[in-house]
Structure formats: C-alpha cells, structure tokens
C-alpha cells in the first residue's frame, strides 16, 4: 500500500486566511483526490487532482476557493482560500494504488478556522 | 448515481463478542469495489477490508469479514471478538471498477467496544 503524508496535521486558522495543505506519497501514483469531512459528516470528495492539468472538481466546489496543484506524480497540494468557520473542517488526500483497484488516504489535516 | 446507506447511526458491543455493522447501496453497475473503512478518534481513514463484486466469495481479514450479498445490494462487516481498539467511526464506501472513479460514502456508524 502506498504511504501518504500530509501537511500540517492540525491548524488554526484566521478568518479570511488562506492555507496550503501538502500531500506527499512515497511512490508514483496515476490518481489523487481531495476530500473534506465536516465535524460529525462523512467524506465528500472536493476534487481529483490531475497531473499537469487542471484539477476536476466536485459539484459544490471552486477552483477559487480550493485551488489544487499537483506538479508530479508524487505531491499534490490544496488551498483553502479566504477560509471562514464554515471551513473547518478534516481535510483527507487519498490515492488510489497501482492496481487500480483500492483507495489510500493520507492522515487528515484537521483545520479550525476562529 | 450511486448512493451508500449505514442505517445504524452508533452501535455497541462487549469486549470479545460479535458485532454486525450494516450496508446497502444503490447502483447500476455490475462491475465495482466496496469497501470497509475504520476512523477511529486519530481521524487517520484506515483501510479493513475491500469485495470486489465479480468474486461470489465473501472477503476476510482476520476477525473483520464481510456478508455481500450482490442481488440485495447488501454489504455488512461482521467483527469478531471485539477489542477495545475496535472503538471508530466505520465507513461504507462504493467504487466503480472503471478506472479513475471515486469513493462514494455511507453516514458511518460510530461502533463502541465496552469493556
């Protein structure tokens, strides 16, 4: 299974900052996503973020408030812009292996917007 | 669209007895993964176990196994002889074979292990 690293692990934020959350796998992965899971919800998935193009984002999300960059197959970020309370929330990168056919996630960076 | 249901919002279970958590989902497809994942208080998504639909043989992990019924659309994740590291949120979650789809979630269960 891949490893997958996220950072920060936990933060807090003031309102109406932007944070970049890094996502680093040990090995060269095709698929990379983004999902955020609000305080007692599931996951939603924010984005896939495609290598060398533009990410493809979910219905309900913006390329303006979630930019994602993924400059190789290895590293991927994501932004959160212009964050409010709304935005706190566990933000998961997740990569699906090799064989195609099983999804691994990072550790979460959970984000507490005040 | 696929939907996922987890119609057990929290359960709980006496260390070293049997729990049933439970799944039904709504697809089209005849091809697809599902999966068990465990969050527990770390919030780190941890993989228990994956079925992939074409296989009739139920999926097992240790003390987590899986009851897939593909005609009912059924997917329910049996923990044998609970332990207290159990104690998580438990996760659902669907997956089109097709390459490059995404994880569709259920609600979770949160599943409490008593000593």
């Known amino acids: 299974s891949a490893v997958i690293s996220q950072k920060p692990s936990r933060d807090i934020c003031q309102r109406g900052t932007s944070l970049t959350i890094q996502c680093q796998v040990d090995s060269q992965v095709t698929m990379m996503f983004w999902y955020r899971q609000q305080p007692g919800q599931s996951l939603t998935l924010i984005a896939t973020a495609n290598q060398g193009s533009e990410a493809t984002y979910e219905s309900g999300f913006v390329i303006d408030k979630f930019p994602i960059s993924r400059p190789n197959l290895t590293f991927s970020t994501l932004t959160v812009s212009n964050m409010s309370p709304e935005d706190s929330s566990i933000y998961l990168c997740?990569?699906?292996?090799?064989?195609?056919?099983?999804?691994?996630f990072g550790e979460g960076s959970w984000l507490t917007v005040v | 669209a696929q939907t996922v249901t987890q119609s057990q919002p929290e359960m709980s279970v006496q260390e070293a007895e049997t729990v049933t958590l439970s799944c039904t989902y709504d697809t089209s497809e005849n091809n697809y993964y599902l999966f068990w994942y465990k969050q527990p208080p770390s919030r780190q998504m941890i993989l228990v176990i994956r079925?992939?639909?074409?296989?009739?043989q139920n999926a097992t992990e240790n003390r987590f196994s899986v009851n897939f019924q593909k005609a009912a659309k059924s997917f329910s994740l049996k923990i044998s002889d609970s332990q207290l590291g159990d104690t998580a949120m438990y996760f659902c979650?669907?997956?089109?074979?097709?390459?490059?789809?995404?994880?569709?979630f259920g609600a979770g269960t949160i599943l409490r292990v008593k000593s």
């Open positions: 979650a669907f997956m089109k074979r097709e390459y490059g789809n995404k994880l569709v």
């Open positions: 079925q992939e639909a074409y296989k009739q």
């Open positions: 997740s990569v699906r292996d090799t064989s195609g056919n099983t999804i691994y």
